[in-house]
C-alpha cells in the first residue's frame, strides 16, 4: 500500500513537472515570437529615420560602370583609372544609365552632400554643371568636346521644371537632369539653383572641379587641355573684385551689417570654377546668405554679388579673384555681347584663347580663360566646321 502511494505520488510530481517544461517551452517560443516581431519592427523604423528614402529605389539596379561618365562602382576594375579602395553605389534606371533623380528638398540634399568627404580618392574628374532654361543649342559642340574621354567628367543639368525633353540614350547629357525649381534672374533662386547643383555634384566624391556654365557657353580648348589646367590649379576661378563704381559698392546695403560691412562687399562674374573645399563652404552657408536674401534687393543682385562677397569674407585664400570663363562687357549694356554666325572665325576665337595674360600657379600664362559667352545657336554650324583644326576635335 505504501508503494503504490508512493508510486502515485511520483507520477504526479513527473505530471506537474512535465507541465512546467512544457509551459517553460511555450513561454520561450513566445518571447522569442514577440523579439524577432519587435526587432523587425525597428529595422524598418531604423531604415525609415534613420536612412535617407532616396537610397532605396527598388526599380534601379546597381552596376559597374555608367554610360557618359564611366563612374565605376562596387567593385575594383581592371582599369588603372579606376578608384583603388573606396567605392561609391550609384542608381541606374533599366537601361543601365545613370539616374541623377531623386525626391529630396533642398535641405535634404544639401545636408546630405556636406556629409560626403571633402577630399576626393577617386579619380579625379571635372563636374560640368549647366544651369539653363530648356536646351542646349551648342550641344553637339559639347558632344565632340567630351567624346573620348569618358571616366574623366560628370554633367549635370539644371533646367526649368516645365522642359521635359530627354536627348537620346547615344548623347552625353541623357538622363543628366537634376531635380529643378523656376530661376529668375537677379534674384535668390539663381543662387538657390546655382547651390542645388553644387549639392547634387558633390554627392559624387570623384567630383573635383566644379564648372558653373550656361546654354550660351562654349569650351576653347580641347578636354584634355581643360582638364589638365583645372585638375592641377592650385586654387579655384571665382571672380571677386571691389567695385567702388556705383554698380559695385552703390549696391551696398547698410542694413547688412555689421554681418556684412562696405569692406567685405565684392562683384563679380556669376560663371565660376571651385575645387571641392569652396563647394562645400558655399553649399554650406547660412548666416550670408540669409543677409543678401533679405538685404540684396534691385539694383542689388544676388548673382553678382553673393559668391564674391562670401568668399572674400570666409576663404580668401581659396581662389585666384578671376573667372576662367570670358566675357565681352564692352558694349556697355546690362547683358554682355552675344556672338552670331558671322562672327565665329580662327582669328576671333585664337584672340579669346591666347589675348590675355595672367598667373597661373604662380607663373605667368598666356591661357586665362577656358570657357567663352555668349555665344547664339546659329554659331553652331561654323563651330562645328572649325572644330577639328582649331580644338583637335574628332571630325
Same mark, same amino acid.
Given at each position: 500500500?505504501?508503494?503504490?502511494?508512493?508510486?502515485?505520488?511520483?507520477?504526479?510530481?513527473?505530471?506537474?513537472g512535465?507541465?512546467?517544461?512544457a509551459?517553460?517551452?511555450?513561454?520561450?517560443?513566445?518571447?522569442?515570437f514577440?523579439?524577432?516581431?519587435?526587432?523587425?519592427?525597428?529595422?524598418?523604423?531604423?531604415?525609415?529615420v534613420?536612412?535617407?528614402?532616396?537610397?532605396?529605389?527598388?526599380?534601379?539596379?546597381?552596376?559597374?560602370?555608367?554610360?557618359?561618365?564611366?563612374i565605376?562602382?562596387?567593385?575594383?576594375?581592371s582599369s588603372s583609372?579606376?578608384?583603388?579602395?573606396?567605392?561609391?553605389?550609384?542608381?541606374?534606371d533599366?537601361?543601365?544609365?545613370?539616374?541623377?533623380?531623386?525626391?529630396m #528638398?533642398?535641405?535634404?540634399?544639401?545636408?546630405k552632400a556636406m556629409?560626403?568627404?571633402?577630399?576626393?580618392?577617386?579619380i579625379?574628374?571635372?563636374?560640368?554643371?549647366f544651369?539653363?532654361?530648356?536646351?542646349?543649342?551648342?550641344?553637339?559642340?559639347?558632344?565632340k568636346?567630351?567624346?573620348?574621354?569618358?571616366?574623366?567628367?560628370?554633367i549635370?543639368?539644371?533646367t526649368?521644371?516645365?522642359? +521635359?525633353?530627354?536627348?537620346?540614350? #547615344?548623347?552625353?547629357?541623357y538622363?543628366?537632369?537634376?531635380?529643378s525649381?523656376?530661376?529668375?534672374?537677379?534674384?535668390?533662386t539663381?543662387?538657390?539653383?546655382?547651390?542645388?547643383?553644387?549639392?547634387?555634384?558633390?554627392l559624387?566624391?570623384s567630383?573635383?572641379?566644379?564648372?558653373?556654365?550656361?546654354?550660351?557657353?562654349?569650351?576653347?580648348?580641347?578636354?584634355t587641355?581643360?582638364?589638365?589646367?583645372?585638375?592641377n590649379?592650385?586654387?579655384?576661378?571665382?571672380s571677386?573684385?571691389?567695385?567702388p563704381?556705383?554698380i559695385?559698392?552703390?549696391?551696398?546695403?547698410?542694413?547688412?551689417?555689421?554681418t556684412?560691412?562696405?569692406?567685405?562687399?565684392r562683384?563679380?562674374s556669376?560663371w565660376?570654377?571651385?575645387?571641392?573645399?569652396?563647394a562645400?563652404e558655399?553649399?554650406?552657408?547660412?548666416?550670408?546668405? !540669409?543677409v543678401? !536674401?533679405?538685404?540684396?534687393?534691385?539694383?542689388?543682385?544676388?548673382?553678382?554679388?553673393?559668391?564674391?562677397t562670401?568668399v572674400?569674407?570666409?576663404?580668401p585664400?581659396?581662389?585666384?579673384?578671376?573667372?576662367?570663363?570670358?566675357?565681352?562687357?564692352?558694349?556697355?549694356?546690362s547683358?554682355?555681347?552675344?556672338?552670331?554666325?558671322?562672327?565665329?572665325?580662327?582669328?576671333?576665337?585664337?584672340?579669346?584663347r591666347y589675348?590675355? +595674360?595672367?598667373?597661373?600657379?604662380?607663373?605667368n600664362?598666356?591661357?586665362?580663360?577656358?570657357f567663352?559667352?555668349?555665344?547664339?545657336?546659329n554659331?553652331l554650324?561654323?563651330?562645328?566646321?572649325?572644330?577639328?583644326?582649331?580644338?583637335?576635335?574628332s571630325p
Amino acid at each position: 500500500m505504501f508503494i503504490k502511494r508512493k508510486t502515485k505520488g511520483l507520477k504526479q510530481v513527473m505530471n506537474e513537472g512535465n507541465i512546467h517544461v512544457a509551459s517553460t517551452i511555450t513561454m520561450c517560443v513566445v518571447m522569442v515570437f514577440i523579439v524577432f516581431v519587435l526587432s523587425t519592427f525597428i529595422t524598418d523604423r531604423y531604415k525609415t529615420v534613420i536612412i535617407p528614402k532616396d537610397l532605396y529605389f527598388p526599380q534601379f539596379t546597381v552596376v559597374t560602370k555608367t554610360h557618359s561618365s564611366s563612374i565605376y562602382l562596387c567593385h575594383k576594375s581592371s582599369s588603372s583609372s579606376a578608384p583603388s579602395s573606396t567605392h561609391v553605389v550609384q542608381f541606374t534606371d533599366s537601361t543601365g544609365f545613370e539616374d541623377l533623380w531623386h525626391s529630396m #528638398s533642398d535641405k535634404e540634399l544639401i545636408e546630405k552632400a556636406m556629409r560626403v568627404p571633402r577630399t576626393s580618392k577617386h579619380i579625379h574628374k571635372l563636374a560640368f554643371m549647366f544651369l539653363t532654361r530648356g536646351s542646349l543649342p551648342l550641344g553637339p559642340f559639347w558632344e565632340k568636346f567630351f567624346k573620348g574621354h569618358e571616366g574623366l567628367f560628370s554633367i549635370y543639368l539644371h533646367t526649368s521644371p516645365d522642359f +521635359n525633353y530627354d536627348p537620346p540614350n #547615344s548623347s552625353v547629357f541623357y538622363k543628366r537632369k537634376i531635380p529643378s525649381q523656376h530661376v529668375q534672374w537677379g534674384k535668390p533662386t539663381m543662387i538657390d539653383a546655382e547651390r542645388r547643383l553644387l549639392a547634387n555634384a558633390l554627392l559624387d566624391s570623384s567630383n573635383h572641379r566644379f564648372i558653373l556654365l550656361s546654354e550660351t557657353c562654349i569650351p576653347i580648348f580641347n578636354f584634355t587641355t581643360i582638364y589638365n589646367y583645372l585638375i592641377n590649379a592650385d586654387k579655384s576661378f571665382l571672380s571677386s573684385f571691389d567695385d567702388p563704381r556705383k554698380i559695385g559698392r552703390g549696391r551696398y546695403n547698410k542694413r547688412m551689417g555689421p554681418t556684412i560691412t562696405l569692406q567685405d562687399w565684392r562683384k563679380g562674374s556669376q560663371w565660376f570654377e571651385v575645387n571641392r573645399e569652396l563647394a562645400v563652404e558655399i553649399i554650406s552657408d547660412k548666416m550670408y546668405y !540669409q543677409v543678401f !536674401q533679405n538685404h540684396c534687393l534691385p539694383p542689388c543682385y544676388m548673382d553678382e554679388h553673393y559668391l564674391p562677397t562670401l568668399v572674400n569674407k570666409v576663404h580668401p585664400n581659396l581662389t585666384t579673384y578671376t573667372t576662367v570663363t570670358w566675357t565681352d562687357w564692352s558694349g556697355g549694356k546690362s547683358h554682355p555681347t552675344t556672338f552670331m554666325r558671322k562672327d565665329i572665325s580662327a582669328m576671333f576665337l585664337n584672340q579669346i584663347r591666347y589675348g590675355s +595674360n595672367c598667373t597661373y600657379n604662380g607663373a605667368n600664362s598666356s591661357i586665362c580663360f577656358l570657357f567663352a559667352r555668349k555665344f547664339h545657336p546659329n554659331t553652331l554650324e561654323p563651330l562645328m566646321k572649325i572644330a577639328p583644326s582649331l580644338f583637335g576635335f574628332s571630325p
